[in-house]
């Protein structure tokens, strides 16, 4: 019989109605092809009104205040950190201490100390062999997978640089978390374009960082809402992002809108309909897929594929492929905004080796 892994899941609020199902009896059957492979053994949320969760999948655990009262009556397999990114970096650091695999969402970090602190559990995680992921679904959305499919096969040649675009206009900004950190846009949202990015460029790193940090005189909340950044790539690829979540009028696709530019053509990823390659000189283009429909969705629904591939992992005592983003992987993604808020600060270029050095 395959080993059915036992998950503690910290946090039980929005993103957890994404989670849970999965571990329904429906929910594995359809990721797992029948077979029971994961279980909850306990869920843990301060806020006892979230607790109906449980029953509400069909999941049978027990509910718990604090993650160390679960540690004291259950035993587990693997941390799931569901809860405001502020404390992941605290779940992470004491599920590792337990010798627990761990499976967060993004961001894994909120400061650049907690960074250094986290690279410093890496010997720690190599030693135990523990299996440390960051959840960043956009990866796994039809429509990036043509993306970085249509580069792999030499589509536009060899690419040169990238222009994105993203106005999540008006942006809620509800409960404390979102609107009390500095960076609260970099790393609930502009992270899954940084890591979409890394993913399409084959999971390249950054090399350099300039950045301006706009808070628009309007803005609902404290720290900036809006940036213009540069990022130079492993291989001298270039890209300029625009982020905002304070802009007003349409909203951009949730994965952005941007253009790939190759020696040999140019793949959009347009505001409506599906990434379309353009070869030298063409005016009208190819779609690279039929639409997949998901121009305006909340959010690309691939939890599962995280999951999926988080278990195969377990099973072979290492990531199954070079996209499963762990926290080694991960760290070149939430070094972008990190070093981001350090170059607006000095005003100047960061090299990412040398202020990871600096740490
Ligand atoms: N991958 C995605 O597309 C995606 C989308 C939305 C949110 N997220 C991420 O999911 C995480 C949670 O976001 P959300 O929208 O569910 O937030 P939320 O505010 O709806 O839920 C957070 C839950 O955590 C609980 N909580 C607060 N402090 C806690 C603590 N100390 N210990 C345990 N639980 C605590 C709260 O009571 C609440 O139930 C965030 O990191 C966010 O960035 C990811």
Redesign the pocket.
């Known amino acids: 019989m395959p080993k059915v892994y036992k998950f503690i899941a ?7 109605d ?1 989670w849970l199902p999965l571990f329904s009896s429906e929910g594995q059957a359809r990721i797992f092809n029948d077979a029971k492979r994961v279980e909850i053994a306990a869920l ?4 006892r009104t ?1 607790w109906a969760k449980g029953k509400q999948y069909g999941l049978d655990a027990p509910c718990f205040v ?2 160390e009262d679960a540690y004291k009556e259950v035993e587990a397999d693997v941390v799931l950190v ?4 502020q ?2 970096a ?2 992470v650091w004491e599920a590792i201490q337990n010798l627990n695999h761990v499976l967060t ?3 894994f970090i909120t400061e650049t100390n907690d960074l250094k602190h986290m690279i410093g559990l890496f010997e720690t995680i190599k030693e135990e062999n523990l299996l440390c992921v960051v ?4 990866r796994w959305a039809p429509r990036i997978q043509a993306v970085r499919k249509a580069i792999d096969d030499g589509k536009i040649g060899q690419v040169g640089f990238v222009v994105s675009y993203f106005n999540e206009a008006d942006y809620h900004f509800n ?1 404390w ?1 979102r609107q009390l950190h500095g960076d609260i846009s970099a ?2 949202w502009f992270v ?1 374009h940084y890591d979409t990015m890394r993913y399409i460029l084959k999971n390249r790193k950054p090399v350099e960082v300039y950045a301006k940090l706009i808070r628009v005189p309007y803005s609902k909340i404290v720290g900036e809402s809006t940036v213009f950044l540069n990022v130079t790539f492993e291989d001298g690829i270039e890209w300029t992002y625009n982020g905002s979540q304070e802009g007003r009028g349409w909203n951009t696709p949730g994965q952005s809108m941007f253009t790939i530019h190759g020696s040999d053509g140019m793949i959009e990823n347009p505001r409506d309909g599906p990434p379309v390659l353009y070869k030298a000189k063409d005016e009208k283009g190819e779609a690279l897929m039929p639409d997949p429909g998901d121009s305006h969705a909340p ?2 629904d691939y ?1 599962h594929v995280t999951l999926r591939k988080f278990v195969e992992s377990l099973d072979a005592n290492k990531p199954v492929d070079e996209d499963v983003t762990t926290f080694e992987n991960n760290m070149s993604t939430i070094v972008i905004p990190l070093a981001a808020r350090e170059s607006h600060r000095q005003k100047r270029r960061v090299n990412v080796q040398e202020f990871l050095a600096s740490l």
């Open positions: 910290v946090g039980l609020g929005h993103i957890s994404h843990v949320d301060p806020d979230t604090q993650l569901l809860t405001p990114p404390y992941h605290r779940y969402e993004k961001p959840n960043q679904q956009y409960l978390w790393f609930n899954h959010y690309p939890w």
